[in-house]
Structures are given as structure tokens and as C-alpha cells.
């Protein structure tokens, strides 16, 4: 066994140094270097970053990018696919969200919220990812935009209301002609055959209709089909997928079926 007196005078000639790190790799001004590279351009590489930088003579690797962009608060995710909006369209959405931001939750209770859309059997698993922060991920730089793509789907005509969803038509069950599209006479017949059942279960006798500026459904028979039901239908702006709440019960429910069609 070790000595006591032994033991103690080790201990108090041991102390913990500092152990020197590592250099940095980069200058306060190659990290600004390499956050006003993703900032300009948010689709950029690692890769590419490390060619720039080599251009002006730091050579880095891409580990030591990646390091420096996490420092900022920079992850690489998979962009958000949102549509192409005109700044007629972006201006008439936002006039329509101040007109609508103080309504009291019966005017919205009051709505039946209904859609068109198609049902991709097969979907495109194709990604890409882009550098950004935490909280922009709509920011447009951040997005990609959206195709139609060719594979099996299927046409489908839904409604809801704050009280829960409604009837999910598909054209097959309209038309005899399995060829057919959704088109005017199409959507004519189902409003006719579920707009009264449907708003009579989920809100009552008095509601307004509310629908998107497809062309079907701002064509002129359309119109006189609507006015002669005396319906009240809501003003709605052109390309304002976002503000229609069905349009994300309609996503949820194809993120449920993707995989499994």
C-alpha cells in the first residue's frame, strides 16, 4: 500500500493544465465569407462553397463549412414545394386577410369550405435540400416549385365546415364516362347534389359557399347556376391555397395514402 504521506504529496503537485486547441481553419472573415454565400444564394453546396473559397485562398474542408454554418443557427433542409404567386395576387391576398382578421369565429363557423383536387397515385419522391434558419422554410428563396407530373390519379370533390369534414365525391361516381374530366357540367352536378345536404348537417340552414377561382368554377354557367340557387358565396382571392384550411385536411389526407396506393 502507498503511504499516506506519500499520497499526499503527489496530489498537491498535480494540477490540470490547459491543453492548447486546435487552430481555427477559418478568419472571422471567411466565416462572413461563407454565410453571405448562403444568404445570396440558399441553393448552394458545401462543394461549391469550398471551390469559392479556394478561389481567394483558403482551403478548408467541407466538414469545417458545415461546422460553421451550424455555428449560425444553418441547417441543410428539404425545401418546401409552394406555388408561384404575382405580386397582383400577393397584394389582393393580404387586402383580404386584413379584411377578414377581426371576423368573430361565428362568421367562420358559418362557411363550408369545399375543393377540387387530384389524387396522385404515384409521387414523385424527389428532394431537394437548401441551407436556411429555423422559421423560413415558406420564405420564397427557401421553396421549389411544383409540376404536374404524369402516374394514376384520381378526381375528387370535397367539403367541410368548422363542425367536421363532409362528403368525398369522385367523378367516377358523376359521370358514366370514365374518360372525363372535371369540368363546368361536372362541378354543377355536384353542387346541386351536395352543397344543401351537406351544409344542413354541418351548420344549419343559413351558410355561405366558399370556392377557389378555378376556371370551372368561374365559368359563366357556373355563375348563373350559383345565383339561381341564391347561395351566398364568399369572395375569394386567386391563388390563396394557404388561407383555405380544406386545402390542408386535403394534404393530410394524401400524406395518409402516400406509400400505400
Same mark, same amino acid.
Given at each position: 500500500?502507498?503511504?499516506?504521506?506519500?499520497?499526499?504529496?503527489?496530489?498537491?503537485?498535480?494540477?490540470?493544465?490547459?491543453? =492548447?486547441?486546435?487552430?481555427?481553419?477559418?478568419?472571422?472573415?471567411?466565416?462572413?465569407?461563407?454565410?453571405?454565400?448562403?444568404?445570396?444564394?440558399?441553393?448552394?453546396?458545401?462543394?461549391?462553397?469550398?471551390?469559392?473559397?479556394?478561389?481567394?485562398?483558403?482551403?478548408? &474542408?467541407? &466538414?469545417?463549412?458545415?461546422?460553421?454554418? !451550424?455555428? &449560425?443557427?444553418?441547417?441543410?433542409?428539404?425545401?418546401? /414545394?409552394? =406555388?408561384?404567386?404575382?405580386?397582383?395576387?400577393?397584394?389582393?391576398?393580404?387586402?383580404?386577410?386584413?379584411? !377578414?382578421?377581426?371576423?368573430?369565429?361565428?362568421?367562420?363557423?358559418?362557411?363550408?369550405?369545399?375543393?377540387?383536387?387530384?389524387?396522385?397515385?404515384?409521387?414523385?419522391?424527389?428532394?431537394?435540400?437548401?441551407?436556411?434558419?429555423?422559421?423560413?422554410?415558406?420564405?420564397?428563396?427557401?421553396?421549389?416549385?411544383?409540376?404536374? !407530373?404524369?402516374?394514376?390519379?384520381?378526381?375528387?370533390?370535397?367539403?367541410?365546415?368548422?363542425?367536421?369534414?363532409?362528403?368525398?365525391?369522385?367523378?367516377?361516381?358523376?359521370?358514366?364516362?370514365?374518360?372525363?374530366?372535371?369540368?363546368?357540367?361536372?362541378?354543377?352536378?355536384?353542387?346541386?347534389?351536395?352543397?344543401?345536404?351537406? $351544409?344542413?348537417?354541418?351548420?344549419?340552414?343559413?351558410?355561405?359557399?366558399?370556392?377557389?377561382?378555378? =376556371?370551372?368554377?368561374?365559368?359563366? $354557367?357556373?355563375?348563373?347556376?350559383?345565383?339561381?340557387?341564391?347561395?351566398?358565396?364568399?369572395?375569394?382571392?386567386?391563388?390563396?391555397?394557404?388561407?383555405? =384550411?380544406?386545402?390542408?385536411?386535403? !394534404?393530410?389526407?394524401?400524406?395518409?395514402?402516400?406509400?400505400? /396506393?
Amino acid at each position: 500500500a502507498w503511504p499516506k504521506q506519500l499520497f499526499g504529496t503527489f496530489s498537491k503537485r498535480i494540477s490540470n493544465t490547459k491543453r =492548447p486547441r486546435r487552430p481555427r481553419k477559418t478568419t472571422v472573415v471567411d466565416d462572413r465569407i461563407i454565410l453571405s454565400l448562403v444568404k445570396k444564394t440558399p441553393f448552394t453546396t458545401v462543394g461549391q462553397i469550398k471551390n469559392t473559397l479556394q478561389e481567394v485562398g483558403v482551403c478548408v &474542408s467541407k &466538414s469545417t463549412i458545415k461546422r460553421r454554418l !451550424h455555428q &449560425s443557427e444553418y441547417r441543410g433542409f428539404t425545401t418546401r /414545394c409552394k =406555388p408561384l404567386v404575382s405580386l397582383k395576387n400577393r397584394k389582393a391576398r393580404l387586402e383580404f386577410a386584413k379584411q !377578414h382578421l377581426t371576423k368573430p369565429s361565428q362568421f367562420w363557423n358559418k362557411i363550408l369550405w369545399i375543393d377540387e383536387t387530384k389524387i396522385n397515385l404515384y409521387q414523385s419522391d424527389g428532394k431537394r435540400r437548401v441551407w436556411r434558419r429555423k422559421g423560413t422554410a415558406h420564405d420564397p428563396k427557401h421553396t421549389t416549385s411544383s409540376v404536374n !407530373h404524369g402516374g394514376g390519379s384520381a378526381m375528387a370533390w370535397a367539403c367541410m365546415a368548422a363542425n367536421g369534414t363532409g362528403s368525398l365525391v369522385f367523378i367516377d361516381d358523376v359521370t358514366a364516362d370514365k374518360s372525363s374530366r372535371m369540368n363546368s357540367e361536372v362541378i354543377r352536378t355536384i353542387l346541386s347534389a351536395h352543397i344543401q345536404p351537406n $351544409a344542413a348537417q354541418l351548420i344549419g340552414w343559413r351558410f355561405t359557399v366558399q370556392m377557389d377561382n378555378d =376556371p370551372k368554377n368561374t365559368a359563366k $354557367a357556373t355563375k348563373e347556376f350559383l345565383n339561381g340557387q341564391k347561395w351566398n358565396v364568399m369572395q375569394w382571392p386567386s391563388q390563396s391555397p394557404d388561407q383555405n =384550411p380544406i386545402e390542408h385536411a386535403i !394534404h393530410l389526407l394524401k400524406t395518409k395514402l402516400k406509400g400505400k /396506393c
